[in-house]
């Protein structure tokens, strides 16, 4: 089936650092999609890509979608205290199929 | 829009015991799912349904049972509670853009 590796697992950085997190698939996707999750929440969509090569911003967060479609970056700048969490990654294959495939998640520490 | 809700927020059962996790949307999205999220595990797919009276099974759906005579509510069964079944399970719904969007989760312990 297809897998999707996402590092780094977990990130310890200062506030106002930037931060950069990858995905990779041993397959091809159409879409891929970014997650956010806080303690106690469920995940909340931040940034989604349908081309390659797309680059896609939602505030102090940049995502891009790989021209191989095999994977995808996010980049969040000038990091804040609330930016804690862990993100996800999320790819679907295409056509009619709905499902998604997501990656383990990296968990970010940000400190004040 | 409520989005997508869950009930309960919490639960512990007792081995072998049954509940229906609910889950509700109000945005008239076709594509609902349900996750359980374990610690290094991600996200794994239990069940989904492409529209109302369509389920099909995941990548880990044994144990868990699921229906959807409605466009909005999409419940999980499960018939005979595992310790293994603790986890948190997270009630999705998809737009035509394959966006998902997840409910607030509903945390399950089984002793």
């Known amino acids: 089936g297809q897998q999707l590796n996402q590092s780094p697992q977990s990130m310890f950085i200062q506030e106002g650092e930037d931060v950069s997190m990858n995905c990779t698939s041993s397959?091809?996707?159409?879409?891929w999609l970014w997650y956010k999750q806080e303690p106690g929440e469920g995940p909340v969509l931040l940034i989604a890509?349908?081309?390659?090569?797309e680059l896609t911003s939602n505030g102090r967060l940049t995502a891009q979608f790989g021209i191989t479609r095999k994977d995808s970056f996010l980049n969040i700048s000038a990091s804040i205290p609330s930016d804690v969490g862990i993100y996800f990654c999320?790819?679907?294959?295409?056509?009619?199929?709905?499902?998604?495939?997501f990656g383990k998640g990296t968990l970010l520490t940000v400190n004040p | 829009n409520a989005g997508v809700t869950q009930t309960p927020k919490f639960q512990v059962l007792k081995t072998g015991q049954s509940m229906t996790l609910q889950c509700a949307q109000d945005?008239?999205?076709?594509?609902m799912s349900w996750y359980r999220q374990d610690p290094g595990m991600g996200l794994r797919l239990i069940h989904y349904?492409?529209?109302?009276?369509?389920?099909d099974q995941g990548e880990v759906p044994n144990g868990y049972n699921v229906s959807r005579s409605t466009t909005e509510d999409f419940p999980l069964r499960l018939l005979s509670a595992a310790p293994s079944q603790t986890s948190v399970y997270f009630c999705?719904?998809?737009?035509?853009?394959?966006?998902?969007?997840f409910g607030p989760g509903t945390r399950l312990t089984v002793l």
């Open positions: 999705a719904s998809s737009s035509d853009r394959h966006e998902q969007f």
């Open positions: 397959s091809i996707f159409n879409t």
């Open positions: 890509l349908y081309k390659a090569g």
């Open positions: 999320a790819g679907r294959s295409g056509g009619s199929n709905y499902k998604l495939t």
């Open positions: 945005m008239n999205h076709e594509y």
């Open positions: 349904s492409v529209g109302a009276g369509i389920t």
